[in-house]
C-alpha cells in the first residue's frame, strides 16, 4: 500500500478576503530651471499608476487555508510625478496565487464575477489608480505657469468570497453502500463514517494519498448517487455540483450487487443527465468487495463490464487488493487531464 498522511479536514472551502489596488501616484508641480532661462515652463511629470490585485492559478496549490490567516490585500501605490516631465514609476501588481477551481463572488452582491480553474490563467481583481497629471499638462496659451497638479485617483477596493470548488483530483462515485468511504479510508488515512444504510455520507470527506515522494493524490469520497439525481432525488444536485469540480472520475460498482451492469448504467446516465461534461471526464471503473465473491466471479464480472467501460479493475478495502494499481490508475487519469 502507498504511503499515506492524516485526514484533509476542509471541503468546499471558503474565506472572504477585502482587495485594495494601490493609489496612484500624485502630480508633479515643478518649473524649468536652466541657467540662462529665466522663465522656464512647467514640467511636472504625471504620477505613475498604481499596481492591481491579480489572481492567478496554481494547479500546485490544494487549499484556500492561507487566506484564513491573511484577509486583507493591497498593492503598491504609484510614485509621485517629478520634474522635467519624469512621470511616476507605476506601482508593482500583487500577484496571488489561488487553486484552480477558486470561484469568486462579490461579497456584497453575491454575484460570481470570476471562474479560476485553468492552470497559470490570471484575473485582475481590483485596478490600481490613475496616475495624477503633472502641472505640465495644464499649461495653456493663457496659463502658462499652472501651478496646481493632480492628485493620484485611489485603488479600486472590493469585498470578495473565494470558494474552491475542484476539491479533489479524484471523485469517487457510486451508489449508495458501493464502498467508497471504505476505500477512501484505506487508501489514506481519512476516517469517514462507515455504515451500511444509504447516505452514510452526507458531505464529502477527503484524503491524502501519497505514491511516493514525488506524486500525491487527493480522493474525494462523494456522497452515494441514486437514480433520479439529477432531478434532486436523495442528495441530487448537490452530490453532482461536487463531482463537477473533481479532475478524474472512478466510477465504484459493488461486485455483490443485485445487477452491476445496471449499477454502471444508472451513473453514467446520471452523471450524462446532468451535464455530458460529467461523462467526458477521464474515469475508470472499479468493481468494488471482490472478496466477496469468487476469484471466477470476479473475472466475469470484470470482463462483462470491461465491453463497455475499457479494462475493469477489481478492488478490495478489506484484504488490500487492487488499491495500488488503482491508485496508478488515477495517476495517469490525473496527469493526463493535466497534459490536456
Known amino acids: 500500500m502507498p504511503h499515506t498522511t492524516g485526514t484533509l479536514r476542509f471541503f468546499v472551502d471558503e474565506v472572504r478576503i477585502h482587495v485594495r489596488g494601490g493609489k496612484g501616484g ?33 494547479p500546485n496549490l490544494k487549499t484556500l487555508l492561507d487566506f484564513r490567516h491573511r484577509p486583507f490585500y493591497r498593492a503598491r501605490a504609484g510614485e509621485r510625478g517629478q520634474g522635467s516631465n519624469r ?20 461579497a456584497d452582491s453575491g454575484e460570481t464575477v470570476a471562474d479560476l480553474t485553468r492552470a497559470w490563467s490570471t484575473w485582475t481583481a481590483a485596478r490600481g ?11 495653456t496659451a493663457v496659463r502658462q505657469a499652472p501651478r496646481h497638479a493632480e492628485p493620484g485617483a485611489p485603488g479600486e477596493r472590493r469585498r470578495l468570497g473565494l470558494e474552491l ?17 471504505t476505500l477512501l479510508a484505506r487508501c489514506t488515512r481519512a476516517t469517514p463514517k462507515v455504515g451500511a444504510y444509504p447516505f452514510t455520507t452526507l458531505s464529502p470527506n477527503l484524503g491524502l494519498a501519497v505514491l511516493d515522494d514525488e506524486r500525491q ?75 466477496l465473491v469468487s476469484e471466477e466471479q470476479g473475472r466475469a464480472l470484470a470482463a462483462r463490464l470491461g465491453g ?33
Do not use: M
Open 217 to 291: 493524490l487527493v480522493l474525494a469520497d462523494l456522497p452515494g448517487l441514486v437514480e433520479g439525481a439529477h432531478q434532486g432525488r436523495g442528495l441530487g444536485l448537490e452530490f453532482l455540483r461536487h463531482v463537477e469540480r473533481t479532475r478524474a472520475l472512478v466510477l465504484l460498482i459493488e461486485a455483490g450487487a443485485a445487477d452491476p451492469a445496471r449499477d454502471l448504467e444508472v451513473l453514467r446516465g446520471e452523471l450524462d443527465s446532468y451535464s455530458p461534461l460529467l461523462l467526458a471526464k477521464p474515469a475508470t471503473v472499479a468493481l468494488s468487495k471482490i472478496d
Open 308 to 340: 463497455s467501460a475499457g479494462e475493469v479493475l477489481t478492488v478490495s478495502s478489506v484484504t488490500g487488493a487492487g488499491l495500488r494499481e488503482l491508485l496508478e490508475r488515477c495517476w495517469q487519469l490525473v496527469e493526463n487531464d493535466h497534459g490536456g
Open 26 to 58: 500624485d502630480g508633479c508641480v515643478s518649473f524649468r530651471r536652466e541657467k540662462y532661462v529665466p522663465k522656464g515652463g512647467p514640467d511636472g511629470g504625471d504620477g505613475g499608476r498604481g499596481g492591481s490585485i491579480v489572481f492567478t492559478v496554481d
Open 87 to 106: 512621470t511616476g514609476r507605476d506601482g508593482d501588481d500583487l500577484v496571488i496565487a489561488v487553486p484552480a477551481g477558486t470561484v469568486v463572488k462579490d
Open 165 to 181: 470548488k475542484l476539491i479533489a483530483d479524484v471523485g469517487i462515485v457510486g451508489l449508495p453502500n458501493a464502498g467508497k468511504s
Open 129 to 139: 489608480g490613475r496616475g495624477g497629471r503633472g502641472n505640465a499638462r495644464f499649461a
